[in-house]
Each structure stands twice: as C-alpha cells, then as structure tokens.
C-alpha cells in the first residue's frame, strides 16, 4: 500500500517557509524553526513554490476522477432519502446507468448517511 498523505501546509505557514528559504535558510534551519512540519514537506514545499500560479492556493490532489457526477450524487440521494428509502441496490445502479459497482454505491450511501441493509 502507498503511504498516506498528511494534511496540506497552510498557505501562511507555507508562503513562511519559502520566505526564509529565499534569504538563503537552510533546510534544516527552517526545520529547527517549525519542527511540526517534517523535512521533506519542507522541502517540497519550497521546490514546487516556483511552479505555483496563485501563492496562496494548494495544487489538486492527483488521482482519477469521480465516476458519479455531482448530479448523479444527488440523484441517488434523493431516491434513497425520499422517493424509495427502501430501493434495492442494483435498483439504485440502474438508476445512474451501471456507471459503478454495487460495492461503491454501498460506499457512497454509508457517505450520504444512509445506509442499505441486506
């Protein structure tokens, strides 16, 4: 399993860093200052600095994009919270056309806050 990402750096604390590395700090001097923040996010921090077109916003995460739209979202949660609170599963997967599997509409519900039992 890959490892798990922290939270992001706050824009103030991360515009701080790169500040003091642009006098000329050290790495590891910035890390003896603010010993909350590890030494390689203090690192990538300042590197992806330069290619950052607004200071102050964090880049998007990567990842593959979301097979149910925000409208297929409400969608199914409309039908679960008030049309047919008790529709069958794959019921709910013809509903958004079989865009995603049974066990990620299972996940998706328990998000929504409601769950499906068998």
Not at 73 to 98: A, M, Q, T
Request: glycine share 4%; proline share 7%.
């Amino acid at each position: 399993m890959p490892p798990r990402r922290g939270p992001d750096l706050k824009p103030e604390l991360r515009a701080r860093i790169s500040e003091l590395r642009s006098i000329q700090w050290s790495y590891k001097r910035i890390h003896v200052k603010y010993p909350e923040v590890s030494l390689s996010a203090i690192i990538n921090a300042c590197q992806r600095e330069a290619t950052r077109n607004d200071r102050s916003l964090t880049t998007p995460r990567t990842g593959a994009p979301r097979k149910l739209s925000l409208t297929d979202r409400g969608h199914v949660y409309d039908i679960i919270s008030f049309r047919d609170p008790y529709i069958k599963n794959r019921d709910l997967l013809h509903e958004v056309d079989n865009k995603v599997k049974i066990r990620t509409m299972q996940k998706l519900c328990r998000e929504l806050g409601r769950k499906k039992w068998l």
